[in-house]
């Protein structure tokens, strides 16, 4: 196995852009960089493509590097979701509350909707 054989990936935060990132690949001497949202329908769809990885590779690294990819950049969505939401866990405990007096409302006085 030579460089030239081995392709380094980073998935790098772009700065003040929260649902960005940077897709930094390098193949042999040759890197390669393209931005992609996290929030898109088809991120790691995207980034391959702008990547062109096809000319350097088999389909079969191609499938391995895209399954590690969607992995990453869920995982990304998700504590990108989990930061968005934290700020407001406090208030979970008055969701609880009205959701159970709407409950015991419904349940007294049925749906009147009046």
Known sequence: MTAKDIIYIKLLPVHDE??????????????????ISIVDANPVEVA?????????????????IATWLNDKVRQELIDYLE?????NRHLRPIYNTIELMQKQYKAEFGDETD
């Open 18 to 35: 929260p649902t960005r990132r940077l897709l930094i690949c390098q193949v042999g001497g040759q890197e390669q960089v393209c931005e």
């Open 48 to 64: 391959l493509t702008k990547l062109n990885l096809g000319a350097y590779t088999n389909d079969h690294l191609i499938d391995v």
């Open 83 to 87: 930061a968005v939401v934290a700020p």
